[in-house]
């Protein structure tokens, strides 16, 4: 038995399913990362695979770019966790507040996950309502509030929303509203219902695989305003990537709140809320004991891992440069043809899970001339980004399917 069937079986034994999360291989497709460089992950029997998952989207450099190496060791030589204000926090805040048309302050969290949870309470605290709208197919995270019509198995008549998950109260049905993306009329209709309920409207601008409808976000944008109810993007995706702004500048469409992921801070465990002073005063320790109080704590809250992670993510020294085989990750799935093409001009093997598909649709490329100090990727390099989605891709070299052994 190798080595990478014993972990196999020893992960089998103590994680559920064998896997970390929800991403599945397949039967016989099965492997371990022994270490990732660059656009590359290798396993414990030594093949390598194009990854085009790369931390679930966040690290635009590949894996370990030695500019953030070597910053992500001078920091941990000063400690690695505060939980208290510092240095690297603020600076990173500020250049948030710069990028983000939306932003005024910056709230920190440990996901995006996080982020969108609290995005929604604040929303709540500050509208002094429940009720939240998202679209159908929105991926806003994994709390009991997201978990809504993600994938339904049969939908139900909008606005009524179905539960994603065991374990999310039945409760919660009753709080959120589910409205079809891209069908602006629709939306208009259920906002001008409902307004009075409404704490906030949760959208991904860019639905994963949808492309908003010419006039739909600037349409939701005047209905949520006209109304008083907070808009919230979920940036998780676009930020940063197709503007330095994020999708509210590529579209031109500026929310009430934005919620930033792992993107921030080059695939550390740091995300963010951003938003106006006058939602993010809720979030103000000075209000404790006060029916306007926001209580959000945690590491990612008090900054007690951001030193490490600011200098993760936000690394000058990497700005115009990428790791080994970022490039071939990059070029390999620009132009009209999509990843396919690689695929067929290096003759590997691309390994899809059941019912996905490959394709432009799956990986959308966009232009990413800006993204942060630490991925400015220059459009005189012809370099894109691609949005990853939300399951796995990878290429397998020399046209070998991972196997155990």
Not at 293 to 321: I, K, M, T
């Amino acid at each position: 038995m190798s080595n990478q069937d014993d972990l196999l079986r020893r992960a089998d034994q103590v994680l559920p399913g064998g896997i970390l999360g929800s991403h599945r291989s397949g039967p016989g497709l099965e492997f371990v990362v022994k270490e990732g460089r660059g656009a590359y992950l290798y396993d414990m029997a030594g093949r390598r695979y194009l990854d085009y998952l790369l931390g679930s989207g966040p690290m635009l450099l590949g894996h370990a770019h030695p500019a953030v190496v070597e910053a992500v060791e001078r920091q941990m030589a000063r400690g690695t966790s505060y939980f208290l204000l510092n240095e690297p926090a603020i600076e990173l805040a500020e250049e948030i507040v710069k990028a983000v048309p939306c932003a005024e302050q910056v709230r920190y969290t440990s996901s995006g996950s996080e982020a969108t949870f609290f995005a929604l309470r604040v929303a709540r605290a500050f509208r002094k309502r429940e009720k939240i709208m998202k679209f159908e197919g929105g991926f806003h995270g994994t709390h009991d509030y997201a978990l809504m019509s993600v994938v339904p198995r049969s939908p139900k008549a909008f606005p009524a929303p179905m539960m994603d998950s065991a374990g999310v109260p039945h409760a919660l049905e009753a709080e959120v509203l589910i409205a079809p993306y891209n069908d602006l009329a629709t939306a208009e209709a259920l906002i001008a219902a409902h307004h009075d309920e409404l704490a906030a409207v949760l959208i991904e601008p860019y639905q994963r695989t949808i492309v908003p409808a010419p006039g739909f976000l600037a349409g939701l944008r005047a209905a949520t305003k006209r109304y008083g109810v907070p808009l919230i993007f979920d940036e998780i995706v676009t930020g940063f990537r197709f503007a330095y702004g994020g999708a509210q500048e590529y579209y031109g469409v500026v929310p009430d709140l934005a919620a930033y992921g792992k993107v921030v801070a080059g695939g550390f465990p740091l995300a963010c809320i951003a938003g106006p002073k006058p939602i993010m005063r809720h979030f103000d320790a000075a209000l404790e004991g006060t029916a306007d109080y926001v209580w959000q704590a945690g590491q990612g809250q008090e900054g007690g891992q951001e030193p490490l992670e600011r200098s993760g993510g936000n690394n000058d020294s990497a700005s115009d440069s990428a790791s080994p085989g970022c490039g071939e990750l990059a070029s390999g799935c620009t132009g009209s043809q999509g990843p396919n093409a690689h695929t067929r001009s290096s003759h590997t093997h691309a390994v899809v899970r059941k019912g996905e598909r490959v394709g432009n649709s799956l990986f959308p490329v966009v232009p990413c001339s800006k993204v942060f100090n630490f991925a400015r990727l220059q459009r005189d390099k012809g370099l894109r980004a691609v949005v990853p989605s939300f399951q796995a891709l990878f290429q397998v070299s020399g046209g070998r399917a991972p196997r155990s052994g």
